[in-house]
Every structure is written in structure tokens, then in C-alpha cells.
């Protein structure tokens, strides 16, 4: 059996535990800083861990694609494995701290409108007091209870806000929210929503989620943060009601088009706090060790002929 690592971001620690679980496996491992360096001697791998678009596309013989990162999207169109029977777990459960903090930071900055003290400090400007606003009795919405949505979530809960709702596919119950709802129910919490923290994976059911329409339900002074795919909102529509002023801001890490084009609007947009696609790099220390720790447990159940923990389910996208 043959596994290909390709990351360039792990380090010697995480090397040598990914040697010793392929060598318990009885597997030959091979580690790679990009696709581009592989030759065509390790196309027929058995494992992959990591992204190598060109031999998923024509190798037969790979049973398993362990890709590093939560979203898989790209990898839903049909015909893009060349063995359809081909396994896929991601990494979705190691991003949850990284982009929870992300959100918090985000959320503060906003909310307290750091990014305008921010743009005059750098000016050499001392400006004077503004109204600010706090997480603290806050109403949040969290659409999307997966790791990363609930992760936030209980970290939100910290600086007691008045509310804290889920909104999500099945609507089941979670000691984390106050209350959970299902999708269909997701108009009915827009009008109480003064921050709307959104982390939804990209599939047919989140396109465009966040329409025009519902953007206008939140109340004046909304704030709106997605980490998720920037499938989810009508991008047009969020810049016309954070320039007009009925939304108090936003935070976008992710977007229609990335990189987001420079001749975008969005740029412009002083009380829009953009960031490219960061939140959920593999970066901080926790996320790589949880990250490998994955994948190493999964080759523990491949090997066992046990299914493995951290399966994406082809037909939901996730």
C-alpha cells in the first residue's frame, strides 16, 4: 500500500507521527511539498493526503483522498475521480478554534468599530469617542451548526448575549443554543438578529441563502460575518444596505470570486472588514495537530476495514 502526503506546512513532529502510523499500517509513505512535484513513479498511490488533482483524474487504483481542509465543494462534479469508488474524508472538526477566533475577533471589531479607529490611527489622527456596541446582550443567529458554527457559538455564549440561536438542516436541539431551528424557520429569527454569523459548506441548498429579501428582514444595524462559501449571499445586495447604513457592517472572508477582483466595489466599503480566505489556514498549532491526528486515525480504521470517522457523504456535499 502506498500514501502520498503533499502539504508544506506540516512539521518534523507531524512527519514522523504520519511515518509511524503508515509504517503500524504496513504502507510505503511519501511526502511532497506540492503536487507538482510528484512523478509519474507514485501516480498509482493507494492514499492520498493532500491535493493532487491530476492523479485523482486518472488514477484507478486510489481508494482513499484525505483532503486537509472542511470544504470539498470542488471536488462534487461528477466524473472528477477516475475510481468513483473512491473514499473522501476532509478536514472538517480541526477548524473550528481557528475560525471560532476569527469570527470573535471579527465580531469585536465591528461591534466596537475598530476598523474606523484602525484606518485614523494609521492616518497619525486621534479621533474622539464613538458609539460602540458589545457581544453582551447581544442577539446572535449562527446559520450552520456544524463544528465550526458551534464552536463559535460557545465561545459567544462567554460574553452572554441575550440570545444565541441555531438555525440548521434537521432544526435538532443543542445545549449550546438557547434554541435551534430548521432552515425553513430562518425568516422568522432575521428580524430578531443583530449579529448573523454564517458557516455553511457550498451545496445547491446554501446558494444564495441570504438573499435580498432576508437581508432586509435583519433590523438597521445588522451585522452580517460568513466564513462558510461566499455562495451564500447575494453580494450585490449585502454592499447596497451596508452603504446605505441599514446594515451596521460585515465581515467577508470568503466571496463569489477569489481572489476577490481589484476592481471589486467591495473594497471600498469602509464599515466591510475583508479578509482572503484566511480564517481557516492551516496555521495555528492546533489545527495541524488535529488535522493529522484525522487522518492518522482514519488510516488506523482503513486498515482495520472499519469506515472510516470522517467520511464526506457525497449526496449532502459535507
Not at 189 to 196: S, V
Not at 267 to 289: C, R, S
Request: aromatic share 8%; hydrophobic share 40%.
Amino acid at each position: 500500500m502506498k500514501i502520498l502526503v503533499i502539504n508544506d506546512l506540516f512539521e518534523e513532529k507531524h512527519i514522523e507521527g504520519i511515518k509511524k502510523a503508515a509504517a503500524e499500517a504496513g504502507a510505503e509513505v511519501h511526502f511532497y511539498i506540492t503536487d507538482k512535484d510528484i512523478p509519474q513513479s507514485d501516480y498509482d498511490a493507494d492514499i492520498i493526503y493532500g491535493f493532487a488533482p491530476e492523479i485523482v483524474k486518472v488514477n484507478k487504483n486510489l481508494k482513499w483522498l484525505c483532503v486537509p481542509w472542511a470544504g470539498v465543494d470542488s471536488l462534487m462534479k461528477p466524473g472528477y475521480f477516475a475510481n468513483e469508488d473512491c473514499l473522501l474524508t476532509n478536514g472538517a472538526g480541526s477548524y473550528g478554534v481557528s475560525i471560532a477566533e476569527h469570527m470573535i475577533a471579527v465580531s469585536l471589531v465591528l461591534l466596537r468599530r475598530l476598523n474606523e479607529f484602525f484606518d485614523e490611527t494609521r492616518a497619525g489622527f486621534w479621533g474622539k469617542p464613538r458609539t460602540q456596541r458589545s457581544l453582551k446582550d447581544c442577539r446572535i443567529t449562527v446559520l450552520g451548526t456544524g463544528d465550526i458554527g458551534t464552536t463559535f457559538a460557545k465561545r459567544a455564549k462567554a460574553f452572554e448575549p441575550a440570545s444565541l440561536t441555531g438555525v440548521c438542516r434537521s432544526g435538532k436541539a443543542s445545549e449550546v443554543y438557547d434554541k435551534v431551528l430548521p432552515v425553513n424557520e430562518l425568516d422568522s429569527i432575521l428580524p430578531e438578529t443583530d449579529l448573523l454569523a454564517m458557516s455553511l459548506p457550498k451545496t445547491p441548498e446554501t446558494d444564495n441563502i441570504l438573499t435580498r429579501k432576508r437581508i432586509e428582514m435583519l433590523p438597521e444595524g445588522a451585522i452580517v460575518i460568513n466564513v462558510g462559501r461566499g455562495n451564500a449571499i447575494d453580494e450585490e445586495a449585502l454592499m447596497e444596505h451596508l452603504e446605505n447604513g441599514h446594515l451596521g457592517g460585515a465581515g467577508l472572508d470568503v466571496f463569489h470570486t477569489e481572489p476577490l477582483p481589484k476592481d471589486s466595489p467591495l473594497w471600498k466599503i469602509k464599515n466591510l472588514v475583508i479578509t482572503p480566505h484566511m480564517a481557516g489556514n492551516l496555521t495555528i498549532a492546533y489545527t495541524k495537530d488535529k488535522n493529522v491526528d484525522m487522518f492518522i486515525e482514519d488510516l488506523k480504521n482503513f486498515t482495520a476495514g472499519r469506515p472510516l470517522r470522517y467520511l464526506v457523504d457525497r449526496k449532502l456535499g459535507y
